[in-house]
């Protein structure tokens, strides 16, 4: 699977299905909780990556926050300390820091 489409599998599996572990490469990971936002995230591995993926929160003003509000489904995925991309509803959207960190396709 590309990273992309591992990004996708991620969101698929915790937003629309709900699952509350994520199956990767036959590799389980658990869906956390940030306690006082009540939004869901999970810590995995891409290869030599260490990714982090965020539900985006509603209750912000950014324009991301607005398609939640709409009913979109969305996550922001993170590595190495910056935002990468988003998923929402099963839509890739790599950010400019994807190809400025040079992560693979």
Same mark, same amino acid.
Request: aromatic share 10%; hydrophobic share 40%; with cysteine.
């Given at each position: 699977? /590309?990273?992309?489409? /591992?990004? =996708?599998?991620?969101?698929? @599996?915790? *937003?629309?299905?709900? %699952?509350?572990?994520?199956? +990767?490469?036959?590799? @389980?990971?658990?869906?956390? *909780?940030?306690?006082?936002?009540?939004?869901?995230? =999970?810590?995995?591995?891409?290869?030599?990556?260490?990714? =982090?993926? =965020?539900? @985006?929160?509603?209750? /912000?003003?950014?324009?991301?926050?607005?398609?939640?509000?709409?009913?979109?489904?969305?996550?922001?995925? %993170? &590595?190495?300390? %910056?935002?990468? !991309?988003?998923? &929402?509803?099963?839509? +890739?959207?790599?950010?400019? !820091?994807?190809?400025?960190?040079?992560?693979?396709?």
């Amino acid at each position: 699977m /590309t990273l992309g489409e /591992t990004l =996708i599998s991620v969101w698929r @599996q915790l *937003l629309a299905e709900g %699952r509350q572990e994520v199956d +990767l490469e036959d590799k @389980q990971y658990p869906v956390g *909780l940030f306690r006082a936002k009540k939004l869901r995230n =999970i810590d995995f591995s891409y290869g030599e990556l260490s990714i =982090i993926g =965020i539900e @985006q929160n509603p209750a /912000t003003n950014s324009r991301w926050a607005g398609l939640v509000r709409e009913g979109n489904r969305m996550m922001q995925f %993170r &590595c190495k300390g %910056r935002y990468v !991309a988003n998923v &929402c509803e099963g839509k +890739l959207l790599m950010y400019p !820091a994807w190809k400025g960190m040079g992560l693979p396709e």
